[in-house]
Structure formats: C-alpha cells, structure tokens
C-alpha cells in the first residue's frame, strides 16, 4: 500500500498537480497484529464514517482540502493483538500511534 501512495505522489511531483489542484492527498492507515478492529474516520466530505469488523490491513485514500481537520480513531475488538494508525499527507507519514493491549483503542487528529 505505501509503494501505491509513493507512486502517485512521485506522478503528482512529476506532472507538478499542485498547479491544478489545491487538494493533498491523505490517507488513513491500519496495521497491526489485531484480527478485528472497527474504525471511526472523517472522511473526504467531512463526515464520520464507521467501518465495523474489519481486518487489518486496512487504508483509506482520499482529497483533502487545505485546513482540513483529519481524525480517525481505531478500537480493538479483541482481548490480544497490537493496533497501529498512521495519518499521511502527500505519501509522508504525519503522525502514527500504536496501541498493544485488550481491546486497544488510538486516534488521531491533525490539520493537513
């Protein structure tokens, strides 16, 4: 997935998009060794999104706008397993949290 996100953003510095487009492109990103999580995220619109009972790997690609107030918040639906968020901003990790516990809950939110 991270080679998916540094393909376009090396075609966006390429073809120099920025010129045409005030957006960024930001993704949400799980990892971790947790067999079931659910996740809570703003998504491109800017409206809570949830998605239940999912596996991690997981990540959510979108267009942000400037100023655009990002959150995701990633809860453990397990009593083992580790959980990691990763928030990026043109295929460059802003922030990342990791959580190893029962039922490990991490959020995120940043301004892109």
């Known amino acids: 997935m991270i080679r998916i996100i540094f393909i376009i953003c090396l075609f966006c510095i390429i ?14 990103e ?10 809570t995220f703003k998504n491109s619109d800017g409206k809570i999104s949830v998605h239940k009972n ?3 790997p997981w990540i ?3 267009q942000a706008k400037p100023r655009f107030v990002a959150f ?25 949290v990791s ?8 959020a995120i939110r940043d301004t892109l």
């Open 15 to 28: 073809f120099n998009c920025t010129l045409f487009s005030p957006l960024s492109e930001a993704a949400y």
């Open 54 to 56: 999912k596996k991690p």
């Open 99 to 106: 959580a190893d516990s029962a039922f490990a809950f991490v």
């Open 30 to 39: 799980v990892t971790g060794t947790a067999t079931l999580v659910d996740i």
């Open 60 to 62: 959510y690609i979108f």
């Open 72 to 96: 995701f918040s990633v809860q453990s639906k397990v009593k083992t397993g580790s959980i990691t968020a990763r928030l990026y901003k043109e295929g460059e990790v802003l922030k990342s």
